[in-house]
Each structure stands twice: as structure tokens, then as C-alpha cells.
């Protein structure tokens, strides 16, 4: 601690100052005479070095707080960011599994009418016209049904409110006393 370098060399030269100028002989109360000032002297160099560890230690609390507010940050903005990567990574997976159950969904139903439309060909063939075309009908009124309804679905679905591209930040500062 370099700080108190000056303060100790001005306490040894004023305390050698004062033995060089005391009276050769001490008697008595001349020895007060030596040691009063020696102790005033002492005493306000012991305050004065209390007071500059007093600056040094609040000092040093102020760079600790300061460090810990950006390390909070940093945890804060860090925590943020691993929630909208989980958030963004959920909203990926449910959009496949959408996906792919619709996509399994349409195909079954795709067989399904290509069967009922199927079968109504062959009745139409074997000459039972009225129930053929009643099969043919039902097949594609329920198919139109079915492909207005998967439009519905894919409007709302953009309807929907999209993952954010970028995470947000929080801008908190630290809080002071």
C-alpha cells in the first residue's frame, strides 16, 4: 500500500525533527515536552490513515458492486436468451408434429374417398347409375369439405403469432441505495 508511504516518512521526520531540537539533558517534565507533540503528531497521522483505508474499503465495495450488477446482467440477459431458444425450439417441434399428423391425416382421407369414388365408378359400371352417382356426389361434397377445412387451418395458422426472431433483452440496472 503505497498510500501510506508518505504519511509514515512525514511521521519519522517529524518525530526525528523533534529529538534533534529536544534539550540534550530530559529531566523531569522535559520528557513531556518530547512526547506530547510526538503523540499529537501520531494520533493525527493514525487519523489520517483511517480515513484514506476508509476511502480505499469504500472504494473497493463500489468496483464489487459494480462487477456483481454485470455479472446479473449478463446471468439475466444469458437466462433470456435460453428461454427463447426453449420457447422457439417448442414452437419448431409442435409445427412438425402439425405437420406431420396432418400430413398422415390426408393421406388416409385421401385413400378413403379414393375408395369411396372407386367404388361409385363400379357401381356405375354394373349399371346401378342412381346409387353411383349418389356414392360420387358424397365422395366430393365430403372431399370439398375436407380441403376447405385444411384451408381454414392453414389461415389461423398464420393468424398465429410467430417466434420472435431475436431474443428480448432486459435492461435492468442495478439497484442503488
Same mark, same amino acid.
Given at each position: 500500500?503505497?498510500?501510506?508511504?508518505?504519511?509514515?516518512?512525514?511521521?519519522?521526520?517529524?518525530?526525528?525533527?523533534?529529538?534533534?531540537?529536544?534539550?540534550?539533558?530530559?529531566?523531569?517534565?522535559?520528557?513531556?515536552?518530547?512526547?506530547?507533540?510526538?503523540?499529537?503528531?501520531?494520533?493525527?497521522?493514525?487519523?489520517?490513515?483511517?480515513?484514506?483505508?476508509?476511502?480505499?474499503?469504500?472504494?473497493?465495495?463500489?468496483?464489487?458492486?459494480?462487477?456483481?450488477?454485470?455479472?446479473?446482467?449478463?446471468?439475466?440477459?444469458?437466462?433470456?436468451?435460453?428461454?427463447?431458444?426453449?420457447?422457439?425450439?417448442?414452437?419448431?417441434?409442435?409445427?412438425?408434429?402439425?405437420?406431420?399428423?396432418?400430413?398422415?391425416?390426408?393421406?388416409?382421407?385421401?385413400?378413403?374417398? *379414393? @375408395?369411396? #369414388?372407386?367404388? /361409385?365408378?363400379? +357401381?356405375?359400371?354394373? &349399371?346401378?347409375?342412381?346409387?353411383?352417382? $349418389?356414392?360420387?356426389?358424397? *365422395? @366430393?361434397? #365430403?372431399?370439398? /369439405?375436407?380441403? +376447405?377445412?385444411?384451408? &381454414?387451418?392453414?389461415?389461423?395458422?398464420? $393468424?398465429?403469432?410467430?417466434?420472435?426472431?431475436?431474443?428480448?433483452?432486459?435492461?435492468?440496472?442495478?439497484?442503488?441505495?
Amino acid at each position: 500500500m503505497l498510500k501510506f508511504l508518505p504519511g509514515i516518512l512525514l511521521l519519522q521526520a517529524i518525530t526525528v525533527v523533534l529529538v534533534l531540537i529536544a534539550p540534550a539533558e530530559l529531566s523531569g517534565w522535559g520528557w513531556l515536552r518530547l512526547l506530547i507533540p510526538v503523540g499529537i503528531v501520531g494520533v493525527l497521522t493514525a487519523a489520517w490513515f483511517s480515513s484514506m483505508a476508509a476511502h480505499h474499503n469504500k472504494d473497493e465495495i463500489n468496483r464489487l458492486q459494480e462487477c456483481h450488477a454485470k455479472e446479473r446482467e449478463a446471468l439475466r440477459v444469458n437466462a433470456e436468451r435460453a428461454k427463447h431458444r426453449v420457447i422457439k425450439q417448442a414452437h419448431q417441434e409442435t409445427i412438425q408434429e402439425v405437420r406431420r399428423s396432418s400430413t398422415e391425416a390426408n393421406i388416409k382421407v385421401g385413400i378413403a374417398f *379414393a @375408395g369411396a #369414388a372407386g367404388i /361409385g365408378g363400379l +357401381l356405375l359400371l354394373t &349399371q346401378f347409375i342412381t346409387l353411383g352417382l $349418389l356414392m360420387l356426389t358424397t *365422395a @366430393g361434397g #365430403a372431399l370439398g /369439405g375436407y380441403v +376447405l377445412r385444411i384451408r &381454414q387451418e392453414k389461415a389461423k395458422m398464420e $393468424l398465429l403469432p410467430k417466434a420472435k426472431t431475436k431474443p428480448r433483452l432486459i435492461n435492468a440496472s442495478p439497484t442503488t441505495k
